[in-house]
Protein backbone atom coordinates (compact mmCIF):
# COMPACT_ATOMS: atom_id res chain seq x y z
CA UNK A 1 0.00 0.00 0.00
CA UNK A 2 1.11 3.77 -0.50
CA UNK A 3 -0.68 6.86 0.27
CA UNK A 4 -0.45 9.94 -1.96
CA UNK A 5 -0.53 13.26 -0.92
CA UNK A 6 -0.76 16.39 -3.28
CA UNK A 7 0.29 20.04 -2.77
CA UNK A 8 0.83 22.88 -4.49
CA UNK A 9 -2.27 24.07 -5.80
CA UNK A 10 -3.67 27.10 -5.79
CA UNK A 11 -4.74 30.83 -7.55
CA UNK A 12 -2.91 31.90 -10.56
CA UNK A 13 -3.02 34.15 -13.15
CA UNK A 14 -2.64 33.07 -17.33
CA UNK A 15 1.21 32.43 -18.28
CA UNK A 16 1.91 32.13 -14.50
CA UNK A 17 3.67 29.04 -13.19
CA UNK A 18 2.67 26.60 -10.19
CA UNK A 19 4.58 23.34 -8.76
CA UNK A 20 2.95 20.32 -7.84
CA UNK A 21 4.34 17.92 -5.44
CA UNK A 22 3.33 14.29 -4.65
CA UNK A 23 4.40 13.03 -1.49
CA UNK A 24 4.42 9.04 -1.27
CA UNK A 25 4.00 7.12 2.13
CA UNK A 26 4.01 3.42 2.93
CA UNK A 27 6.55 2.12 0.75
CA UNK A 28 9.36 3.61 -1.49
CA UNK A 29 7.39 5.82 -4.35
CA UNK A 30 10.77 4.18 -6.30
CA UNK A 31 8.76 1.08 -7.21
CA UNK A 32 6.37 2.74 -9.18
CA UNK A 33 5.53 4.21 -12.24
CA UNK A 34 3.84 7.98 -11.41
CA UNK A 35 1.33 10.16 -13.27
CA UNK A 36 -0.80 13.26 -12.89
CA UNK A 37 -4.04 13.26 -14.10
CA UNK A 38 -6.98 16.29 -13.75
CA UNK A 39 -10.70 16.62 -13.81
CA UNK A 40 -13.12 19.33 -13.89
CA UNK A 41 -16.49 19.16 -12.49
CA UNK A 42 -18.71 16.73 -15.25
CA UNK A 43 -15.93 15.56 -16.81
CA UNK A 44 -13.77 12.54 -17.28
CA UNK A 45 -10.35 12.28 -15.34
CA UNK A 46 -8.00 13.21 -18.08
CA UNK A 47 -4.06 12.03 -18.31
CA UNK A 48 -1.64 14.80 -17.84
CA UNK A 49 2.04 13.10 -17.64
CA UNK A 50 3.64 10.32 -16.25
CA UNK A 51 7.30 9.69 -15.26
CA UNK A 52 8.75 6.21 -15.26
CA UNK A 53 9.92 4.75 -11.54
CA UNK A 54 13.88 5.38 -12.57
CA UNK A 55 12.91 8.88 -13.92
CA UNK A 56 14.22 8.27 -17.24
CA UNK A 57 10.94 7.67 -19.20
CA UNK A 58 8.55 10.50 -19.58
CA UNK A 59 5.25 10.54 -21.50
CA UNK A 60 2.95 14.14 -21.73
CA UNK A 61 -0.56 14.75 -23.06
CA UNK A 62 -0.34 17.21 -26.31
CA UNK A 63 -1.91 19.88 -24.43
CA UNK A 64 0.93 20.23 -22.17
CA UNK A 65 3.52 19.37 -23.90
CA UNK A 66 6.66 22.02 -23.80
CA UNK A 67 4.66 23.72 -20.73
CA UNK A 68 4.88 21.15 -17.97
CA UNK A 69 7.76 19.08 -16.26
CA UNK A 70 7.20 15.88 -14.24
CA UNK A 71 10.50 14.81 -12.29
CA UNK A 72 11.14 12.90 -9.43
CA UNK A 73 13.25 12.67 -6.56
CA UNK A 74 13.23 9.09 -5.41
CA UNK A 75 15.23 9.48 -1.88
CA UNK A 76 12.68 12.20 -0.75
CA UNK A 77 9.52 9.80 -2.07
CA UNK A 78 8.14 13.17 -3.94
CA UNK A 79 7.16 13.35 -7.77
CA UNK A 80 6.99 16.82 -8.57
CA UNK A 81 4.56 18.76 -11.46
CA UNK A 82 6.53 22.34 -12.82
CA UNK A 83 3.49 23.53 -14.86
CA UNK A 84 5.14 27.15 -16.85
CA UNK A 85 2.84 29.15 -19.14
CA UNK A 86 -0.80 28.39 -17.55
CA UNK A 87 -3.95 28.37 -19.32
CA UNK A 88 -7.45 28.98 -17.71
CA UNK A 89 -8.57 25.55 -19.63
CA UNK A 90 -5.28 24.09 -17.12
CA UNK A 91 -8.44 24.69 -14.05
CA UNK A 92 -9.13 21.39 -12.42
CA UNK A 93 -8.22 19.37 -9.80
CA UNK A 94 -4.80 17.29 -10.14
CA UNK A 95 -4.40 14.06 -9.08
CA UNK A 96 -1.15 12.28 -8.49
CA UNK A 97 -1.52 8.37 -9.13
CA UNK A 98 1.04 5.61 -8.82
CA UNK A 99 0.97 2.08 -10.43
CA UNK A 100 3.17 -0.98 -9.91
CA UNK A 101 3.38 -2.14 -13.42
CA UNK A 102 5.36 -0.07 -16.00
CA UNK A 103 5.22 1.39 -19.50
CA UNK A 104 2.64 3.37 -21.40
CA UNK A 105 -0.29 4.11 -19.13
CA UNK A 106 -2.82 6.64 -19.48
CA UNK A 107 -5.95 5.28 -18.36
CA UNK A 108 -6.95 5.62 -15.00
CA UNK A 109 -7.54 2.08 -14.80
CA UNK A 110 -3.86 1.35 -14.70
CA UNK A 111 -3.14 3.41 -11.51
CA UNK A 112 -3.89 1.57 -7.99
CA UNK A 113 -3.59 4.52 -5.67
CA UNK A 114 -4.56 8.19 -5.71
CA UNK A 115 -3.94 11.28 -3.97
CA UNK A 116 -7.40 13.34 -2.75
CA UNK A 117 -6.63 15.88 -5.36
CA UNK A 118 -5.20 19.86 -5.46
CA UNK A 119 -6.94 22.91 -7.16
CA UNK A 120 -5.95 24.53 -9.72
CA UNK A 121 -7.41 27.33 -10.70
CA UNK A 122 -5.53 29.80 -13.61
CA UNK A 123 -7.44 32.98 -14.11
CA UNK A 124 -7.48 34.92 -17.46
Known amino acids: QVQLVESGGGLVQAGGSLRLSCVAS????????MSWFRQVPGKERDFVAR????????DYADYVKGRFTLSRDNTKNTVYLQMNSLKSEDTAVYYC?????????????????WGQGTQVTVSS
Open 97 to 113: AARGGSGYARGVHSYEY
Open 51 to 58: ISRNGYNT
Open 26 to 33: GRAVGIYD
